[in-house]
């Protein structure tokens, strides 16, 4: 039986959007029947290469849609959302589901009383890499670091770095540990404007799993990576080059004599340096993968549209990094006013 065409509109077709647009129409039995934006050059420039029309207000098309993928500013995402959603449209929105928790409730609770689906495009969910690093994950995470940088981007400045690049790992750590934390503080600069720019944040778990997350928007060249440690491995992973690191200990190490044992015996400490890796160690690598996970993301949407099946990043899912956020940004603001406090009383002092 031939599987119904999904007619999908893609609101907002900037630098990110445009891509969108570009996988939707030439995924099989998807048809793009619509780009909307209100910069005319703009939509008309991404329709016409796709072969499909450009409208100014996606609500003069969104009854003809099935689903919708909004890559529009994040200040827009809660009303173009709940309008989707009213039209019984399926959603996918680009992360962060909003920069309200409120808002982001909202729109959880009006996607399940409607039955649509509803997804947030966190995409490292769906890079190779991350994706073969929880697969190497044999035991529960003790400790998580992840640090994503770049250059300042000159979009997106209706969000700080936490909204623009800190909740992708924020919605990683939550993925790993499969919990809220317990405790948040963050201390971070406003370099280049109002918003935060920099942003260090330590995330404390049930059970004393600790994460420290690193973001920053002000960097000359960018990186984004995470490691695991957990009882039986350390899993260092370059989300950019897709390389996956696994250290383990052998079963010789883990059954034979300790290293002390063995220095004690007499075994001399230069061959035991040059025997940790192999023989003591593994030391495992694997490459993530060409899987472009941006048309990953957009076919596990569309078969949750066919399929009514949750997608792996959920409105659920999306709310939570947003809850986690918006704990990160109100420890910021308590850490800025102590910092204030501070500098007035040494200058009162003096």
């Known amino acids: 039986m031939t599987e119904k065409t999904v007619k999908m509109m893609v609101v907002g077709v900037g630098a990110l959007g445009r891509h969108h647009a570009r996988i939707l129409s030439g995924l099989p039995g998807v048809e793009l029947c619509g780009v909307a934006d209100p910069n005319q050059a703009q939509g008309e420039a991404v329709a016409n290469a796709h072969g499909t029309r450009w409208v100014a207000d996606y609500r003069d098309l969104i009854e003809e849609c099935d689903a919708v993928s909004i890559v529009a500013p994040t200040k827009l995402h809660h009303q173009i959302t709940i309008d ?3 039209y019984g449209c399926d959603v996918l929105v680009e992360k962060p589901l909003t920069a309200d928790v409120s808002q982001a409730e909202e729109l959880q609770s009006l996607a399940l009383a409607n039955d649509v689906i509803l997804q947030v495009g966190h995409i490292e969910r769906f890079n190779p890499a991350f994706e073969a690093a929880c697969e190497a ?6 400790y998580i670091r992840a640090e994503r940088l770049s ?69 000359p ?18 989300l950019h080059t897709r390389t996956v690191s696994v250290l383990r200990p052998t079963e010789e190490l883990l059954s034979g004599p300790t290293m002390e044992q063995r220095m004690r015996a007499g075994e001399p400490v230069d061959q035991l340096k040059s025997r940790v890796f192999g023989e003591f160690i593994e030391n495992q690598t694997i490459q993530g993968g060409d899987a472009d996970a941006l048309t990953a993301e957009l076919s596990e949407f569309v078969d949750a549209v066919r399929t009514r099946k949750s997608p792996r990043v959920d409105g659920t899912a999306g709310l939570q990094a947003v809850k986690v956020a918006e704990l990160v940004l109100e420890s910021l603001e308590k850490s800025l006013v102590d910092a204030r406090k501070e500098a007035e009383r040494i200058s009162h002092a003096a």
Do not use: K, Y
């Open 84 to 86: 989707c959603i009213q």
């Open 137 to 142: 994950l044999t035991s529960v995470p003790r």
């Open 151 to 219: 250059p300042f981007p000159f979009r997106s400045l209706d969000i700080g770095v936490v909204h623009d690049l800190m909740i992708h790992d924020l919605e990683l750590v939550l993925h790993l540990t499969g919990r809220m934390p317990d405790r948040v503080q963050a201390i971070g600069t406003s370099l280049m404007g109002p918003q935060e720019d920099t942003v260090q944040a330590r995330l404390t778990f049930p059970g004393n799993v600790i994460a420290d997350l690193t973001a920053s928007r002000v960097e």
């Open 221 to 238: 060249a960018a990186r984004r990576a995470i490691s695991i440690w957990s009882h039986t491995e350390t899993i260092s992973c370059d």
